[in-house]
């Protein structure tokens, strides 16, 4: 399973952003994101919020029963 920060920075590389404009959005510094990044903690609620803010949602699919 990918980790937040991973699946995070993935979807800035789609959308040709920056981390430096994330914090901008986010209304936080480039250092407090980075250190989110860096020891990949983000809450849930953050995650949805930053891949809400970027365009993107999140889908639960039921794993298939083979």
Same mark, same amino acid.
């Given at each position: 399973?990918?980790? #937040?920060?991973?699946?995070? *920075? *993935?979807?800035?590389?789609e959308?040709?952003? #920056?981390?430096?404009?994330?914090?901008?959005?986010?209304?936080?510094?480039?250092?407090?994101?980075?250190?989110?990044?860096?020891?990949?903690?983000?809450?849930?609620?953050?995650?949805?919020?930053?891949?809400?803010?970027?365009?993107?949602?999140?889908?639960?699919?039921?794993?298939?029963?083979?």
């Open positions: 399973m990918e980790k #937040s920060g991973t699946i995070i *920075k *993935k979807c800035l590389l959308k040709n952003m #920056s981390q430096i404009e994330l914090a901008d959005l986010l209304n936080k510094t480039p250092q407090s994101l980075n250190n989110k990044f860096y020891k990949d903690n983000f809450s849930y609620n953050d995650f949805v919020s930053i891949l809400d803010l970027l365009g993107y949602e999140i889908k639960i699919i039921k794993k298939s029963e083979n």
